[in-house]
């Protein structure tokens, strides 16, 4: 497998603009994750899906952001209007869902970084 | 809730030297505890994990050790390398809780030849 892919790499966009990450989990996982990454608040998760419903968006900051997930095998990050505290490394990661073996064990992507100005 | 706690960095080490970085946890269950590491420009992955207290985690030389009177997990190696420069995050996952694993801030380690 070639692990959790992530589009794209690097994003510079205006402020007041929509932007849209793009996350591919590992085949068989039932479990996805976005993380947000920023110097000053470390590794936040925005929200958590199994088998593609959403568990737990507590972490998603406000209405601009939403998270979509219609197949097992991709899942969407969207930001509309970005603003430039938005500014950040976004992480998607995949796991096997609760009960599993290795439920528990997160496969992260290589990340987004994203530069709103 | 569950929470973890890393020590702060940045963490300078010379080649060679004995590499502490502790990591102290409090969680309502019984845990499974981890460390992960991120390489410059990458994401996280992960190092090492133990399920159970008194288990061992091992992997490149690394080890942590599952202590459950101390509540902690601290991570060690006896001989760092310039490679071993990275962010290392502990973490825990209460597989009869949540599920969704908490994260420590991370410890940034800089290993100088």
């Known amino acids: 497998d070639a692990g959790v892919i992530q589009s794209p790499r690097h994003e510079v966009t205006e402020m007041g603009q929509e932007v849209t990450l793009r996350c591919k989990p590992i085949?068989?996982?039932?479990?996805l994750f976005w993380y947000r990454q920023t110097m000053m608040r470390g590794l936040e998760l925005l929200i958590y899906?199994?088998?593609?419903?959403?568990?737990?968006d507590s972490g998603m900051p406000e209405d601009r952001f939403s998270a979509k997930m219609p197949n097992a095998s991709f899942s969407t990050l969207k930001i509309q209007p970005s603003e430039p505290r938005d500014s950040a490394v976004y992480f998607c990661?995949?796991?096997f869902g609760p009960g599993s073996s290795g439920a528990n064990v997160l496969t992260f992507g290589a990340g987004s970084r994203l530069t709103v100005l | 809730g569950n929470s973890v706690t890393q020590m702060e960095g940045p963490v300078t080490l010379s080649e060679e030297a004995f590499l502490t970085i502790n990591c102290t946890y409090t969680a309502t269950g019984y845990p499974s505890l981890f460390w992960y590491v991120q390489y410059p420009g990458e994401g996280l992955q992960l190092l090492l994990k133990?399920?159970?207290?008194?288990d061992k985690g091992s992997n490149k030389g690394f080890e942590a050790t599952y202590r459950k009177e101390t509540t902690s997990f601290h991570l060690e190696k006896g001989s760092v390398q310039v490679s071993d420069s990275a962010v290392y995050f502990c973490?825990?996952?209460?597989?009869?809780?949540?599920?969704?694993?908490?994260f420590g801030r991370g410890t940034s380690l800089i290993v100088h030849p």
């Open positions: 973490a825990l996952s209460d597989p009869g809780g949540s599920y969704i694993p908490t």
């Open positions: 899906f199994n088998n593609n419903v959403p568990i737990d």
């Open positions: 085949s068989g996982h039932n479990s």
């Open positions: 133990a399920t159970k207290a008194d």
């Open positions: 990661a995949s796991s």
